[in-house]
């Protein structure tokens, strides 16, 4: 006669709770943003543009400069907004925020060539799954549980009268 036992799994881990994994994937889309306006000053005639006062045909100004700021903070007050709000709010935040940046991330296709297809359909396809499981992740938030008001114990003498 075999016996068998269940042997803990020593890769095994206990699922992840919700706010990190929403401040880990916060990160890496801020990682994959920056990491992507840096590579494409590689792209010919991005530097020279921006040396001639130009970003994307627009006159770089003051204003440019911070409304593209403010675009590149959202997501980076996002790490913390996401360990830090109250559940409900963090959840509707990070609903309505991963929301508007996919069309937002989908803009920076605009005037691309085929040449560099590649390039913007990997960066804006990983940046729109990881919005697409920002999304879930916060749609899919567990709710709490109710909790006994006493605990319940089979000796009478033991019960806690409220």
């Known amino acids: 006669m075999t016996t068998r036992t269940n042997t803990p799994n020593p890769l095994d881990n206990a699922p992840l709770p919700v706010r990190p994994r929403l401040a880990a994937a916060w990160t890496s889309f801020v990682f994959l943003y920056a ?40 997501p980076a007050l996002m790490v913390v907004l996401s360990m830090t709000l109250p559940a409900r709010v963090n959840r509707v935040t990070n609903l309505v925020v991963a929301a508007l940046l ?25 940046e729109v799954l990881l919005l697409a499981f920002i999304l879930r992740s916060a749609w899919a938030w567990p709710r709490a549980t109710a909790v006994p008001a006493a605990p319940v114990t089979k000796d009478p003498r033991q019960q806690v009268s409220v």
């Open 35 to 74: 990491y992507v306006d840096i590579l494409n000053f590689y792209k010919p005639g991005v530097l020279d543009g921006i040396l001639d006062g130009l970003i994307w045909r627009f006159d770089i100004s003051s204003t440019l400069v911070t409304i593209f700021l403010v675009s590149v903070s959202i």
């Open 102 to 126: 996919i069309p937002y991330s989908l803009f920076n296709a605009a005037g691309a060539t085929w040449e560099w297809a590649a390039f913007y359909g990997i960066s804006i396809g990983i």
